[in-house]
């Protein structure tokens, strides 16, 4: 799909960084509001938007750092329908962190085994230890081990994107 239009792809970025402002203060209420006043800017249908991707994974970000895993589940199983989701390994990574949450420990697998094998161990050092020890039980450890001696990711989660 060719590009917004200027005024609109301003203003979503806009809303956007006032998002992000707001998740950094960890206002994810007030986050999500400025995610979705955004998200109701993409023409229809939405989804086809690449920014329909960014935007949910936003949402869906914010949701699993409130604590609220089936918005978050939703709404990040709604952004792998967007441009560029599947195979995204911070996407897979959220994803599956709610999933984990919420007890779906099949989908949980599933979706941290896509976030590794995108990104490999270094999505996980700077997680809570326990999303990386639930995968190391659901799988064979990979060709040369698991690599996670402890160690400080060499790039923020947002470089994977």
Known sequence: MSG???????RIQELA?????????????????????AWDLLPEPKTEWEAATWLLTAIGDANFLDRDYQAGRDNLTSAMHCPDAIGNPFLHLRLGQCQ???GNESRAADE????????GIEM????????????KSRLAAPPGGWGDEPAKPSKPWWKFW
Do not use: V
């Not at 917004?4 to 301003?10: A, G, K, N, S, V």
């Not at 992000?20 to 509001?33: C, G, I, N, P, R």
């Open 100 to 102: 984990l949450e919420l």
């Open 17 to 37: 960084a006032e998002g992000d402002a707001l998740a950094e203060s960890a206002e994810y209420s007030a986050a999500t509001q400025k995610y979705w006043a």
């Open 4 to 10: 917004l239009p200027d005024h609109i792809d301003e």
């Open 124 to 135: 996980f050092l700077s997680q809570d230890p326990k999303y990386l020890t639930f995968l």
């Open 112 to 119: 941290l085994a896509r976030a590794f094998m995108g990104a």
